[in-house]
C-alpha cells in the first residue's frame, strides 16, 4: 500500500507535488532520420514549432508501466502522484509519442510542456 498523500483542499489553490524521477534530467532531442539527414540550420526555426514535447515525468510514467511492468497504482505511488494523476500523465505520454512516430515530428525530452531544460 502507498499510504496516504494528505490531501487538503484550498479553495482556488492547487497544491505543488514533489514528483520522484529515476530517469536522467538532461533534455534530448530525437530526430526521425529524414530530418536527421537535414542541415541544422534547416531545423531550427521551421520545426522547432513542430516538435512534440515530451516532459521528465511523462517519460518517467511509461518508464516505469511498460519497461519496470509496475501497475498503475504502484508505479502512481513510487512517483507520488494520485491515480487519476498518473493516469493523465500516462495517457499524455502515449499520445504524444504515437503522434511523433505517425507525423514523423522530432520528439523533444524537456522538463516543462514549453520545451525549457
Same mark, same amino acid.
Given at each position: 500500500m502507498c499510504g496516504g498523500h494528505g490531501h487538503r483542499w484550498m479553495w482556488g489553490r492547487r497544491r505543488k507535488r514533489t514528483v520522484f524521477l529515476e530517469v536522467p534530467t538532461e533534455c534530448v532531442l530525437y530526430l526521425p532520420l529524414s530530418l536527421e539527414k537535414a542541415s541544422s540550420s534547416d531545423m531550427c526555426p521551421d520545426h522547432a514549432q513542430e516538435r512534440i514535447v515530451l516532459t521528465h515525468v511523462e517519460l518517467q510514467a511509461l518508464k516505469l508501466v511498460h519497461l519496470d511492468n509496475l501497475s498503475q497504482a504502484e508505479a502512481a505511488c513510487r512517483m507520488g502522484l494520485p491515480r487519476s494523476t498518473f493516469?493523465? /500523465? !500516462?495517457?499524455? #505520454?502515449? =499520445? $504524444? !509519442? *504515437? %503522434? #511523433? !512516430? /505517425?507525423? =514523423? $515530428?522530432? *520528439? !523533444? *525530452?524537456?522538463?516543462?510542456?514549453?520545451? %525549457?531544460?
Open positions: 493516469w493523465r /500523465v !500516462l495517457e499524455s #505520454a502515449r =499520445r $504524444k !509519442l *504515437i %503522434q #511523433a !512516430l /505517425v507525423e =514523423r $515530428k522530432p *520528439i !523533444l *525530452i524537456a522538463s516543462t510542456e514549453r520545451g %525549457q531544460c
